[in-house]
């Protein structure tokens, strides 16, 4: 079965630094997403392996883009755009974002990721006169996931 990205869902915690969670959807202004591991490589060539290397994978940078439009209104554009996310540094641009999968999950049930991290490459990118300004937020993972049912 192919998995559309459409059957992804994808949050965001607005109020990050508040006693609950508020989790608010990704998937009204982002169009796209892409997820990446990030692999930490290490590589080594040993003697005893006449020439050839031999790589570990020792950690991970998980990062997921998303590319979508300026609409205003949608909670997670105006708290991404906020000057206090938007121009801020450290505690400022750190979230939650939660991730859940419908299909493709193994023995077919739902599972999700929570991950905290960090936002960056925040841009509001303009575009053509008669189309919306593009804006791109790139999530990169801090610290081990909450995994289930994946």
Known sequence: MVELNNQITAELDITPGGTQ??????????????????E??????????????SSEVTGLNFTVTFRGDYIAGD?????????????????????????TKKTGVAEGGTGAVIWDV????????????NEPNSVTLELKGAGRPDITGL
Not at 40 to 53: E, R
Not at 75 to 94: C, H, M, N, Q, T
């Open 40 to 53: 930490n490589v290490y590589t080594a060539s040993y003697l005893s392996d006449g020439g050839f290397s």
């Open 118 to 129: 960090t936002m960056t490459k925040i841009q509001e990118s303009g575009g053509d006169a």
């Open 75 to 99: 909670p997670v554009i105006e708290y991404i755009f906020s000057k206090d996310v938007l121009y801020g540094v450290g505690d400022a641009r750190k979230t939650k974002l939660r991730l």
């Open 21 to 38: 969670r508020t989790w608010r959807s990704l998937c009204t202004a982002f169009k796209s997403i892409s997820r990446s591991l990030g």
